[in-house]
């Protein structure tokens, strides 16, 4: 059973480690379904963005201890998808 592509990219991560890794690696980064793979990935950034992808590296980012006076909570954890794009796609989110 496939997947949707909006099911598999939640949303790309704007950080400066994000633009760091565009600007001079040709990176992107997304946040990812935690179940997706690197295929469905790959797959789901060249259906949305239409570009051609060389290669996708995962981690999955642990959710974070976090109190509130009395009360202590975990943040959910999370996955990050390093997505290489080939050498034509450069501007991938320049604006207009």
Same mark, same amino acid.
């Given at each position: 059973? /496939?997947?949707?592509?909006? *099911?598999?990219?939640?949303?790309?991560?704007?950080?400066?480690?994000?633009?760091?890794? /565009? *600007?001079?690696?040709?990176?992107?980064?997304?946040?990812? /379904?935690? %179940?997706?793979?690197?295929?469905?990935? @790959? %797959?789901?950034?060249?259906?949305?963005?239409?570009?051609?992808?060389?290669?996708? @590296?995962?981690?999955?980012?642990?959710?974070?201890?976090?109190?509130?006076?009395?009360?202590?909570?975990? @943040?959910?954890?999370?996955?990050?998808?390093?997505? /290489?794009?080939?050498?034509? %796609?450069?501007?991938?989110?320049?604006?207009?």
């Amino acid at each position: 059973m /496939s997947k949707q592509p909006g *099911e598999v990219i939640k949303r790309p991560l704007l950080t400066e480690k994000g633009t760091q890794l /565009s *600007e001079n690696l040709q990176q992107v980064l997304f946040e990812v /379904s935690l %179940d997706a793979n690197k295929i469905e990935i @790959r %797959d789901a950034v060249e259906a949305i963005y239409d570009v051609k992808v060389e290669s996708v @590296r995962t981690q999955v980012v642990r959710g974070k201890l976090k109190r509130l006076g009395r009360n202590v909570g975990r @943040r959910p954890k999370w996955k990050k998808a390093i997505v /290489s794009l080939a050498e034509g %796609d450069i501007d991938f989110f320049a604006a207009g």
